[in-house]
């Protein structure tokens, strides 16, 4: 296994280049399956979790010639509709494909994606829409066996909670259902914006987008003329590499990024002192007179991101105060709260809210990376921490960062990829 090996305390200087954003890509391959024509998708970021989706869209009898950066895929022989465990259990967002292959085809199986470190991410929301517009769901021997033998019908969605990948989902199954669906309380990140946008593009009426409330004109069950697109960039890797800025308190610029996708996470940078400077495609972070603490609490989209949470937390040890961290959306995505803690940060624990008093010398050490995110906290420490890191199981982080150790490389830094 590789490991990244890191020296705190460098200098930085130049910009980074953003990739497209793993979070978009994957919505935007499975709609794919709803395709008459070849499509063409650029600005891909190259990350395990596209590849494996890829990959189960090969599986699947798709055909998708990759690219670094693009996939053409082509999915008119399409002809199973089995997403099996193998696949599934290694990336759960895989549940993506189970909207587009039932509205196409009346019958799905995929294996139910087991929770992950950061909690147990249920599908309960998914599945309850699809049996709304007709589908009959069972689950047997830990598949979801989804069918409508008439294909899908539009009716009004109510989401209990908003879901991500679940209103992604069912606009996707709304694409090609029977008449009109209308999603309430629907997910607004920009991830699920592009893909109400493309749609639209190939000809499905979609209103409201950008809201809570999508109203989807189904095609009756006519496959789509997509077009070709470029994926939106990742504005968590974005605000990742910002971090990076911020925690060595140094100017920063990122280029190929989309400033109004990261509005809450901008003024927590300015609340913590820094200052922010932005063109059309570029964000510049200039470093604080003195670090200020910050409080924090996850929310929904356009609200401050959960996923940028864990590496906030690293960035809260170097100010000079006590910060409050509040995670909403997931039950334990705190793990990597305990390795910041072996570097030497002192932070408490109190249910679903972190205590962080600062500023601390955090010291180099060997860690454990545990989810996607919580790596690029431990990244982001080993960056500021006194001599050498290792960060372990960096596998987590190559499921959502591309070229990590290239990108930080480029403006000074002295990160290495090692194996075990
Ligand atoms: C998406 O996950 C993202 N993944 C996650 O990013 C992100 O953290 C999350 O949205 C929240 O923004 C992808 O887009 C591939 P949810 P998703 O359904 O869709 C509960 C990363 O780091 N819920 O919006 O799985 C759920 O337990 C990853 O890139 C149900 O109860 O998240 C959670 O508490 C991590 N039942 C809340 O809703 C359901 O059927 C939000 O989950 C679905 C969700």
Same mark, same amino acid.
């Given at each position: 296994m590789d490991y990244l090996q890191l020296h705190g305390k460098q200098s930085i200087n130049g910009e980074i280049k953003i990739s497209g954003a793993k979070n978009a890509a994957l919505p935007l391959i499975a709609i794919s399956i709803l395709a008459k024509n070849n499509i063409n998708i650029s600005n891909l970021p190259n990350v395990a979790d596209i590849n494996t989706l890829l990959k189960l869209l090969s599986n699947l009898g798709a055909t998708c010639n990759k690219g670094t950066n693009s996939v053409d895929i082509d999915?008119?022989? +399409?002809?199973q509709t089995k997403a099996t465990y193998d696949i599934v259990k290694t990336m759960r967002a895989s549940i993506l494909v189970l909207g587009p292959i039932l509205t196409r085809f009346g019958h799905c199986e995929v294996s139910l994606p087991g929770g992950c470190a950061i909690g147990q991410r249920p599908v309960d929301l998914h599945l309850k829409a699809l049996e709304q517009m007709g589908a009959n769901i069972e689950i047997k021997s830990g598949y979801i066996e989804a069918t409508a033998p008439n294909g899908l019908k539009g009716c009004e969605i109510i989401f209990d909670k908003i879901t991500v990948t679940g209103t992604a989902n069912i606009l996707m199954a709304a694409a090609l259902a029977h008449g009109e669906t209308t999603i309430v309380n629907a997910a607004r990140e920009p991830e699920v914006v592009q893909l109400c946008e493309v749609l639209s593009q190939s000809g499905v009426k979609v209103e409201?987008?950008?809201?809570?409330v999508l109203k989807i004109s189904g095609s009756g069950g006519k496959l789509l003329n997509m077009v070709d697109f470029s994926v939106i960039p990742d504005r968590i890797e974005a605000g990742t590499y910002l971090c990076a800025g911020a925690i060595l308190n140094q100017k920063l610029t990122i280029t190929n990024t989309e400033p109004k996708h990261l509005g809450a996470v901008l003024s927590k940078f300015e609340e913590m002192g820094f200052t922010i400077e932005t063109t059309d495609t570029t964000i510049t972070i200039l470093p604080a007179e003195k670090i200020k603490p910050v409080k924090i609490v996850t929310q929904e989209y356009p609200a401050f991101p959960t996923d940028m949470q864990a590496q906030f937390l690293a960035l809260a040890t170097q100010a000079e105060g006590v910060s409050i961290i509040e995670e909403r +959306? %997931?039950?334990?995505? %705190?793990?990597?709260v305990s390795e910041l803690q072996r570097m030497g940060a002192d932070i408490t624990l109190n249910g679903h809210t972190a205590t962080i008093s600062g500023k601390s010398n955090l010291s180099g050490a060997d860690v454990m990376a545990t989810d996607l995110r919580a790596s690029s906290a431990l990244v982001l420490a080993g960056l500021i921490a006194d001599g050498e890191t290792n960060v372990h199981r960096i596998y987590h982080l190559d499921r959502g960062y591309e070229s990590l150790e290239k990108k930080l490389q480029n403006v000074g830094i002295n990160i290495k990829r090692l194996k075990e």
């Open positions: 999915t008119s022989k +399409l002809n409201g987008v950008g809201t809570a +959306l %997931f039950e334990n995505r %705190f793990m990597h």
